[in-house]
Structures are given as C-alpha cells and as structure tokens.
C-alpha cells in the first residue's frame, strides 16, 4: 500500500474550514483514499473515503487531485469537537489491513 | 448496540505474566483486528481475522497469540509479557462491504513494569 505524507499538526479557528493536506504519490489506480479521526484516547473513528472522484458526506468532503497524488479533507465548519489527530490512509483493501502513520494533529480554538 | 467492547480497560502486570485482552463485537461483522498504539505513534496492526477460523499476522505479531473464538470475539493473549509490550491496544471490527470502514472499541491500557 502507498505510503502518505501529512503535516504533523495544524490550528484552525473554530467556525472556519479545516484544510488537511495528504500526499500519496506513489498511489495506485486501484487504491483508495481513507479518512480517520481519533479524539484523545478514544479508538479511531471513520470520516470518509474515495477513490477518484471527490466525495461528500454529512462529516466532511474529500477531494482528490486529477492525478490522484493527494488529497484534502476538508472540514466545513470546524468545532472544538473536531479537536483530533487526523489519519489518511491507502488501501487497496475493502476490509483488511491499515496502515496507520502519525496523522495531523489538529486543534480547534476559539 | 454495543458495538466493539474490550476488556480490562486497565492493567498492570509485571514482567513474564500473561494475560488476555478480551474483543467482542455484535454488529455481525466478519474481520476483525488488533493495534497497538504506544505515545505518540500512528496505530500499528498486530493480527487480525479476515473471518471467523482464520488468523494472520500484521506488522508487529512477536510477543502476542490470538484466537477467534467465533463470530463474534476474538481475544489477543500475551504469553510473557515485557515493558516493551506497555501500551494502547484497541480491537476493531469490519463487514466485507463494498469500503473499509472499521469500527473500534474504547481500548485497553497496559503498563508491563
């Protein structure tokens, strides 16, 4: 599976959009591009995922560049609730085998 | 719904004991997974069971046995246990559905002194 490179940590305003980057160039055609979150302590949670088309849900929106080398997973509204470590993830897989890296930090303030 | 639920929450052991973390799921799902995560780290995969009668290692299986007991549990036994064994361990659980979506229990908190 493809490895990723995210920034170790960020700041977001509280309200505003959360933009996180990922970088997985070395992706390919058939893995996809998994989003998890894990607020402290607690097991990791499921935000999003895709495969080349960018995806939306009630969490979060996921877009992925043409050439599928990264990503941004975007937080409309961001809360002191979205305070997180955030994991991007390749995955051939549709179970199976994650490869967790060290994810973004992220801190919400107000 | 429970979903993932693991036990002990907490424990301490001293150095060559054994214990076994306990995982059991009621959401029907087939695969189901061990991680550890120690300060700081990404969580790193020790085993997991594609299906129940089926086990395969991950990236850090020394040190640790684990058993499907059926469906729904599948508990991870640490024979002799070592401080280099202290750490976060959580279970997860998923369907054979069309995306990965793994859900986790609350985790279990091992101090080896």
């Known amino acids: ?10 700041d977001c305003a509280e309200g505003r ?9 070395t992706i390919s055609g058939n893995e996809y591009v998994y989003w998890y979150r894990q607020i402290h302590s607690q097991g990791p949670q499921y935000i999003i995922h895709g495969l080349k088309n960018n995806e939306t849900n009630e969490m979060a929106s996921l877009i992925i560049t043409e050439d599928r080398k990264s990503s941004t997973l975007i937080l409309p509204h ?3 609730r979205d305070t997180a470590v955030y994991y991007c993830i390749i995955s051939t897989d549709s179970w199976g085998k994650f490869q967790f890296g060290a994810g973004t930090q992220v801190v919400v303030t107000p | 719904n429970a979903g993932v639920t693991q036990t002990p929450k907490f424990q301490v052991l001293k150095t060559g004991q054994s214990m076994t973390l306990q995982c ?7 695969s189901m997974y061990w991680y550890r995560q120690d300060p700081g780290m990404g969580l790193r995969l020790i085993y997991y069971s594609a299906s ?18 059926n469906k729904r549990e599948f508990s991870l036994r640490l024979e002799s246990a070592a401080p280099s064994q202290t750490s976060v361990y959580f279970c997860a659980s998923s369907d054979h559905s069309s995306y990965n979506e793994q859900f986790f229990g609350p985790g279990t908190r091992l101090t080896v002194l």
């Not at chain 2, 059991?24 to 087939?30: G, K, P, T």
């Not at chain 2, 129940?52 to 007991?69: A, I």
């Open chain 1, 1 to 10: 599976d493809a490895k990723t490179t995210q920034p170790p940590s960020m």
């Open chain 2, 24 to 30: 059991a799921q009621d959401m029907n799902h087939n």
């Open chain 1, 17 to 25: 959009a959360a933009n996180l980057p990922c970088n997985h160039s």
């Open chain 2, 52 to 69: 129940e009668g089926t086990t395969d290692k991950g990236e850090v299986p020394n040190g640790y046995n684990v058993s499907r007991l």
């Open chain 1, 78 to 80: 961001a809360t002191l």
